[in-house]
């Protein structure tokens, strides 16, 4: 029983991760119908970023609550940091390509997925980063007998925080409406005074800052790695695909099938875990290409 | 209109630029040495990978990012034909692993097919990741991460006529392997060659334009796709097949989803538009990536800058652009 609440929290932890990834892609796709191959490279860099940030500020062996509250505010540095990084490379590299066949954009954030990894590798060094103090200074809570660290539960929370957040943003603010508008009809929104290459920056740079957050808040509970863009691309495109592209409630129930799929196949059936993810994603794009929540 | 409709060349002329080339190329190893005859074994091994790419994007208008699992499935079928089956002549591996390829291109084929632009690449990407998976995780059967060994010396060319063991082995292999692949990269082009100009790869590019209208006029459109399809795959697995023994190791890397990015790149960089783009892009990508790889360990910064910069100032790709500036130094 225990157990079971346990490999429970994890795969809400899992999803609450994976929901800000994919939510930040679904939200590019939705408004600007591009599909970000680099995507899972911003929430690498994110990870890192935070993890750099916190190990500058406060070193490796600082302990105490003062110092895990700090701790704690600079890890959002990661996705602030990628949110600009974003607010630059749509007006420089994508702007020029939309009036172009979608190839050519889905290539240039392939080649930016090459750059941007080789970056981290320049700037942050072939080995693992850490903020790992963090988890280590929240200490852990009882669960039936088994311990829980406490720092998951905060993820959790700020995934719940972040889809209601978001939720609130696009369907109830005046920005959101706007942002629906032009993601419903672009020469349209353009003809009624909305200044769209506005929009367009500040949509990729809020699903940039979501990716970010994901890799943020990831660092303390697993070290940023190379190569975790990559694996975290395809897994938040499975997420995508089975909630239906561009749709924010279909990220949020495409990562909970996603991360509970996948702790149980961790637990039974770990040899085809993967690819029976891979196989839902195939199998649901054949039967609702747009997806479980999806419009056409 | 693209390029490829505009100009067909006449059958005199192909073979006035083509039969020097193929002189040119049958000398070629004498005067480059040991390592660039390798290098270019890889880059013919790699065109037609291209080429086999390039029946479904340029000429069928579909963006498969997912032609990492059909070179992997040649690739694989081969290692695993050499281990299990001790099959020592490369013709059988060959059919082996262009059979699997043709195969595992057919039902993936029939499935991704049903859609087409974005909804298509991304559903070749997923099926495609289920092989690396598998490759990834069967490591008893698949030597997971590792990989398989293929030993040059397990292998004969031409039915057993050519084989690989004792002193000067590996030269031996470069040398002859370099005519192998040569003739077996003709034979894929001149099919290729065929097929894009036949009446069925009119009809292909019909459906790229426009596919409504093709419909019209009476093109099955899905089931042609669909056969675009898995003659795009089995060529691809041709080159994994052709690639193995070179390589002498194959793993999941090959069949990772990056890789099928890689061969996007060499025919983007060749120039899509265009019969001997892909081939052109192949051959070039290789040299590109082995100099970067030698030369930096970022070497994928470099890499992706050329990406970047190739699509936003050389759409067209090297074939394309050669072509643009030979037209201007013509007329001016």
């Known amino acids: 029983m225990d157990t079971l609440i346990i ?77 600009a990084v974003g607010a630059v490379i749509e007006p420089t590299l994508l702007r020029p390509l939309y009036g172009r066949p979608e190839e050519y954009i889905l290539l240039v954030t392939f080649g930016l997925l090459m750059i941007l990894d080789d970056v981290m590798k320049l700037v942050f060094g072939g080995t693992p980063l850490s903020a790992g103090s963090i988890m280590d200074g929240m200490g852990s809570i009882r669960i039936g007998g088994l311990l829980y660290p406490a720092y998951n539960l905060i993820v959790i929370a700020i995934g719940i925080i972040s889809a209601v957040g978001l939720w609130a943003f696009i369907y109830r603010s005046r920005f959101g409406v706007i942002l629906r508008a032009t993601s419903q009809d672009r020469r349209m929104a353009s003809a009624l005074g909305i200044n769209v290459g506005r929009i367009y920056v500040q949509a990729f740079a809020i699903g940039c800052f979501m990716a970010g957050l994901g890799g943020a808040v990831v660092v303390p509970a697993q070290a940023a790695v190379l190569g975790m863009g990559v694996d ?3 897994l938040a495109f499975v ?7 561009g749709s924010l409630e279909g990220a949020l129930v495409g990562a909970l099938i996603v991360s509970f799929v996948r702790t149980a196949g961790i637990q039974f059936f770990p040899e085809i875990e993967l690819a029976v993810l891979y196989l839902i994603a195939a199998v649901v794009l054949l039967i609702r290409p747009t997806g479980l929540f999806g419009r056409a | ?25 049958g000398f070629l190893p004498r005067f480059i040495g040991l390592y660039q005859t390798e290098l270019l074994i890889y880059g013919f091994t790699f065109a037609i990978a291209a080429l086999g790419f390039n029946l479904l994007l340029g000429y069928t208008g579909l963006l498969s990012f997912g032609h990492s ?19 020592q002549s490369m013709e059988l591996c060959i059919l082996g692993g262009v059979l699997a390829s043709l195969v595992i291109s057919a039902i993936f084929g029939y499935v991704c097919v049903r859609h087409t632009r974005i909804f298509f690449s991304i559903l070749a990407l997923a099926l495609s990741q289920v092989l690396w998976s598998l490759a990834f995780k069967f490591f008893w059967i698949t030597g997971g991460t ?4 293929v030993p040059r010396n397990r292998i004969t060319l031409v039915g057993g006529l050519f084989d690989f063991t ?15 692949v040569l003739v077996i990269f003709l034979i894929a082009v001149v099919i290729m060659w065929i097929i894009v100009h036949s009446p069925f790869g009119k009809a292909l590019q019909a459906i790229r334009d426009n596919e409504v209208r093709a419909g019209f006029v009476g093109v099955p459109v899905q089931r042609f796709r669909w056969l675009a399809f898995v003659i795009s795959g ?5 080159a994994g097949a052709l690639w193995v023994p070179l390589n002498g190791l194959t793993t999941p890397d090959i069949l990772y989803w990056p890789f099928s990015g890689e061969i996007v790149f060499m025919t983007v960089l060749g120039g899509f538009r265009n019969f001997a783009g892909p081939i052109i892009g192949a051959i070039s990508f290789n040299y590109l990536k082995v100099y970067a790889v030698a030369g930096s360990q970022y070497w994928q910064l470099v890499l992706g800058s050329v990406l970047v910069v190739l699509v936003m100032l050389m759409p067209t790709g090297i074939v394309g652009t050669l072509g643009r500036i030979a037209r201007m130094l013509r007329r001016g």
């Open chain 1, 7 to 83: 490999q429970t929290l994890n795969s809400i932890f899992y999803a609450a991760v994976l929901f800000l990834i994919a939510a930040g892609l679904s939200l590019i796709y939705g408004v600007m119908r591009i599909v970000n191959l680099a995507h899972g490279t911003f929430y690498a860099l994110g990870a890192f970023v935070s993890a750099w940030a916190v190990g500058a500020v406060f070193g490796a062996s600082s302990t105490g609550g003062l110092a895990l509250i700090g701790q704690l505010l600079i890890l959002p540095i990661g996705a602030l940091a990628i949110a």
């Open chain 1, 232 to 234: 975290a691309l395809i």
């Open chain 1, 239 to 245: 997420v995508i695909v089975i909630g239906g592209l």
């Open chain 2, 1 to 25: 209109m693209s390029q490829i409709s505009r100009s067909a060349p006449s059958i005199p002329m192909l073979l006035a630029i083509g039969i020097p080339i193929i002189i040119a190329l």
């Open chain 2, 69 to 87: 699992a059909y070179f992997g499935m040649g690739a694989y079928t081969v290692a695993f034909i050499v281990r299990d089956l001790h099959v």
């Open chain 2, 146 to 149: 590792d990989g398989i060994r």
């Open chain 2, 166 to 180: 004792g002193s000067g082995a590996y030269q031996r292999f470069v040398y002859s392997y370099y005519y192998y």
């Open chain 2, 234 to 238: 089995t060529f691809t697995g041709l």
